[in-house]
């Protein structure tokens, strides 16, 4: 399983773009990527993942480097309520599995 | 739709006593993980089960097992409690549909106490 790097924490304003960044140096060719959020009192939450392209859903974007060795979840304009702890994932495909590390909290000023 | 259900809520044990956690996965899921989560920690994988046979074992000691019921429920169950137990547990169910099909849907926890 690739192991994760990400900053501690991060601010954003309200409303702003942000840019979480994920290193996985070690990620193997056939790792998925994984991004969860954790609110406040709350199980985590799937936010995306991808293989080597970059992906977008209704939540956030994530933009894989082309050496798959760092990527970043992309959040269009945050809001008070994206304010969480984001967990990056790279595993191996084991379909129950998930290597968490101590993720990046998010904090959204208004 | 019902999403993955733990109970109880919270839990409060003493050192030596033994607990039991249980989990209703997502309708059609027919795999279900635990996590431990000691405060300002990550989850950490503790047991993945599928089709009521124990797919993946985390490094934990013999004293957590777990089981997978017909109905795709589960229980959880540590014994000989110590205090380093304390931690949320977490529930996870997803298809299992194949390798690609990661998508974790996580329960809201149980708050285990041990004092």
């Known amino acids: 399983d690739a192991k994760t790097t990400q900053p501690n924490s991060m601010e954003s304003n309200e409303e702003e773009p942000v840019h979480l960044p994920c290193n996985h140096s070690?990620?193997?060719?056939?790792?998925?990527i994984h991004w969860y959020r954790q609110l406040p009192s709350q199980g985590p939450e799937y936010v995306i993942h991808g293989l080597t392209s970059n992906v977008n859903n209704r939540m956030a974007s994530l933009a894989i480097a082309e050496d798959r060795k760092s990527s970043t979840l992309i959040l269009h304009r945050a809001t008070l309520r994206d304010a969480a702890v984001y967990y990056c994932i790279g595993n191996g495909g084991s379909q129950g599995n998930l290597i968490f590390g101590k993720g990046t909290k998010l904090s959204v000023k208004p | 739709d019902a999403g993955v259900t733990q109970s109880p809520t919270h839990l409060i044990k003493t050192r030596g006593q033994q607990v039991t956690l249980r989990c209703s996965p997502i309708?059609?899921?027919?795999?279900v993980s635990w996590y431990q989560q000691v405060l300002g920690q990550g989850p950490q994988f503790i047991f993945q089960y599928y089709e009521k046979e124990e797919r993946g074992r985390g490094n934990f000691p013999d004293r957590f097992s777990a089981r997978q019921f017909p109905n795709y429920s589960s229980e959880l169950n540590v014994n000989a409690l110590l205090l380093g137990d304390s931690a949320l547990y977490l529930c996870a169910s997803n298809l299992a549909g194949g390798p690609f099909d990661n998508e974790q849907f996580f329960g809201p926890g149980t708050r285990l106490t041990v004092l």
């Open positions: 309708s059609g899921h027919k795999s």
């Open positions: 070690t990620i193997s060719g056939t790792d998925y």
